[in-house]
C-alpha cells in the first residue's frame, strides 16, 4: 500500500510538471511621471560629517564577520553627534555585496535596535538546507519550468521573509536610517550595478519600489549555481519629465579612464531598445568589497551627494568622512603551489575565486589608500571634491578577515562560502569581526 502511494504522489507530481509553469515573479515597473519623493528631506543627517560602511561578499562568514563589525560599532561611543549616541548611529551609508548585503539590508530595515535578530533570524539558521527543502517541493519544481521563474527566485522568497517584504522605499521613509547600496554585477557588461536612485533612474524605474529581497538575491546569485535575476529596462517608452540624464562631468575628467567606463555602461541603459532587460548577477564578480564604484563615481565628477544621495550635502559643507571597509574573503581550500600535479578543476575554481580574486580586493584596497593620499591636494588643486572644506579630513580603516589573530585564525580563513555555517564558526566570527575593528589602525590620510 504505501508503495502504491509513493508511485501515486509520483504521477501527480510528473503530471504537475507536464504543463510549464506560466507564474511570473516580480519585476520592476516603469517610473510614473509623478513617483518619487525628496527623501534627502527625510534622512535627518548632519552632512558635516559622513560614515560609509562597506560589507564584502563570502556567504554566511561574510555575514557573521559583517555583523560582528557591526556589533562593535554599536558598542563604541561616538564622539561627535548627540551624546549617548554610538557609531553604528553615526553611520550614513551603508553597502553590500553578497553574503554582506544580507546584513545590511537588515541592518538597513530595521536599524541598530533590530541588529540583534539577525542572529537567529539568519546566522543560527539552516538557510541552506531550507532552500533545498523548497526546490524539492512540488509546487516550486512547477514554478521552476516557467521561463521567468529561476533558482535564484526561491531565494529571494526566502529572503522576503527575513526582510518582512520591505522594499527599498520602505527603508528611505524610516527617520534616520542609513542610506542602502547593493551592489550586483550586470551580466552582459561584467561591471557592478549598484541599487541605487540613480541606477534606477537610468533604466526609468523607480528605486523605492524595489524590494530588498530582490536587490540582496541579485547580489548573491552566484552564477550556474543559482539563476540571474532580470530588469526590465523602460528607458524608451520613459514620461519625459522623469527621463534622467548623466548629470554633470567636468569637462576634464573625459579622459579618466574611471569616467570612460561609468559613462559607457551608463549610456548602454540609455538604449532601451537593445537592451530591454538587464539580467543581474553576484555583485563579487565586479567587486567583491561593494566600494570601488561609488568611489569611482566620485572621482568621475559627482563628488559625494552622487554617492550619499539622501543626506543633504551643500558645497564646502564635509569636514569629516570616515570609510570602514570590512573585507571576509577567505584563503584557497588548498596550497597548489606545494605540487607539481596538474590541479584538478576545483582546485583551478578555488584558486581563481580566492586565490587570483583575492588580488583584485588589494588592488581596491591600495586604490582607496592612493585615494586618500591625493585627497588634500585634489581639495586645493581641482574642483574634483566640491562638497569638502578644504580642511576635511578622510579617515580609511580596514578591517580584514586576514588580520584575526589567536588559534581560531586559520580555521576562519577555510570557512566556506556558504549560506549556512557552523554555529561554532559563527560565534568566532563574530567575535573576530569585533576584534579585528578594535584593533585595526584609524588611518588618516
Given amino acids: 500500500m504505501t508503495r502504491v502511494l509513493r508511485l501515486l504522489s509520483f504521477a501527480l507530481v510528473l503530471t504537475a510538471l507536464a504543463a510549464c509553469s506560466t507564474v511570473q515573479p516580480w519585476l520592476n515597473q516603469p517610473r510614473a511621471a509623478s513617483a518619487g519623493v525628496d527623501v534627502r528631506t527625510v534622512a535627518q543627517r548632519d552632512a558635516s560629517s559622513l560614515f560609509a560602511v562597506s560589507l564584502s561578499g563570502g556567504g554566511a562568514r561574510a555575514a557573521a564577520f559583517g555583523y560582528g563589525v557591526l556589533q562593535e560599532l554599536r558598542a563604541t561611543p561616538c564622539c561627535w553627534i548627540d551624546r549617548d549616541s ?39 539558521q539552516n538557510f541552506q538546507e531550507g532552500l533545498i527543502g523548497q526546490l524539492l517541493q512540488p509546487s516550486n519544481l512547477h514554478d521552476l519550468t516557467s521561463p521567468w521563474f529561476g533558482r535564484s527566485h526561491l531565494l529571494e522568497r526566502r529572503l ?99 569616467t570612460r567606463l561609468i559613462l559607457a555602461q551608463e549610456r548602454s541603459y540609455l538604449d532601451g531598445k537593445t537592451r ?8 563579487g564578480l565586479a567587486d567583491n568589497l561593494g566600494v570601488r564604484r561609488l568611489v569611482d563615481m566620485a572621482l568621475a565628477g559627482g563628488g559625494m551627494r552622487a554617492a550619499f544621495r539622501e543626506v543633504r550635502i551643500t558645497p564646502g559643507s564635509v569636514r569629516r568622512l570616515v570609510l570602514v571597509i570590512v573585507n571576509a574573503e577567505r584563503d584557497p581550500d588548498k596550497n597548489i603551489d606545494s605540487s607539481g600535479h596538474v590541479p584538478s578543476t576545483g582546485d583551478v575554481v578555488d584558486a581563481l575565486l580566492f586565490g587570483a580574486g583575492n588580488r583584485a580586493t588589494v588592488e581596491t584596497q591600495e586604490f582607496l589608500a592612493d585615494v586618500g593620499r591625493r585627497f588634500h591636494d585634489d581639495l586645493v ?65
Wanted: hydrophobic share 40%.
Fill in 86 to 124: 554610538t557609531v553604528l548611529d553615526a553611520v550614513d551609508l551603508i553597502s553590500g555585496v553578497s553574503g554582506g548585503s544580507v546584513v545590511a539590508a537588515y541592518f538597513a530595515a530595521f536599524g541598530a535596535a533590530g541588529l540583534d535578530k539577525f542572529e537567529p533570524d539568519f546566522l543560527r
Fill in 276 to 283: 530591454p532587460y538587464i539580467h543581474l548577477v553576484d555583485g
Fill in 381 to 445: 588643486k581641482s574642483g574634483r571634491w566640491p562638497s569638502f572644506a578644504q580642511d576635511a579630513e578622510l579617515y580609511l580603516i580596514l578591517v580584514n578577515l586576514r588580520d584575526a589573530t589567536g588559534d581560531t585564525r586559520s580555521k576562519l580563513l577555510q570557512v566556506p562560502t556558504a549560506f549556512t555555517i557552523g554555529s561554532e564558526e559563527v560565534t568566532s566570527l563574530i567575535a573576530a569581526g569585533r576584534s579585528v575593528l578594535r584593533a585595526s589602525k584609524q588611518s588618516r590620510l
Fill in 160 to 258: 522576503d521573509t527575513l526582510c518582512r517584504g520591505m522594499t527599498f522605499g520602505d527603508v528611505e521613509r524610516r527617520p534616520r536610517h542609513p542610506q542602502l547600496v547593493v551592489t550586483a554585477t550586470d551580466l552582459t557588461l561584467g561591471t557592478g550595478f549598484d541599487f541605487t536612485a540613480d541606477t534606477l533612474d537610468l533604466i526609468c524605474s523607480d528605486l523605492q519600489t524595489v524590494p530588498l529581497s530582490f536587490a540582496v538575491t541579485a547580489s548573491s546569485a552566484v552564477p550556474l549555481l543559482l539563476s540571474p535575476m532580470t530588469l526590465r529596462n523602460y528607458r524608451d517608452s520613459c514620461p519625459e519629465n522623469t527621463i534622467a540624464t548623466l548629470g554633470p562631468r567636468p569637462a576634464t575628467t573625459e579622459d579618466d579612464y574611471r
